[in-house]
């Protein structure tokens, strides 16, 4: 089964991953973490691939290299954003 894979995504979760481990971010729960994912991907362009099974098939795009700085800076933004206005109760980060 051909699968389309975005690398923005693939990007973007590692990089956050990182930051949180790094700098830390308030509430680390699921929806948090796909709030900010979210927020970050829809201000960068997606960068699709054809994958099979998880194996990407086509290398156009793979070269292109990520602006790192560019997803690093949409991550504090969302990060901030996301904790000033969560999806669930601030009392339940606690
Ligand atoms: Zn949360």
Redesign the pocket.
């Known amino acids: 089964m051909y699968e389309l894979k975005n690398y923005s995504e693939t990007a973007v979760r590692n990089m956050l991953q990182d930051y949180i481990k790094h700098t830390g971010i308030p ?1 680390t ?1 699921d ?2 973490q796909a709030d900010i994912t979210a927020l970050v991907l829809n201000r960068l362009p997606a960068k699709y691939a054809v994958s099979l099974r998880g194996q990407i098939l086509t290398h156009w795009e793979s070269q292109s290299v990520i602006d790192q700085t560019r997803i690093l800076s949409e991550i504090v933004r969302a990060t901030q954003l996301v904790a000033a206005y ?1 999806s ?1 109760p601030k009392e339940e ?1 606690n």
């Open positions: 509430c729960c929806l948090c969560p669930h980060t």
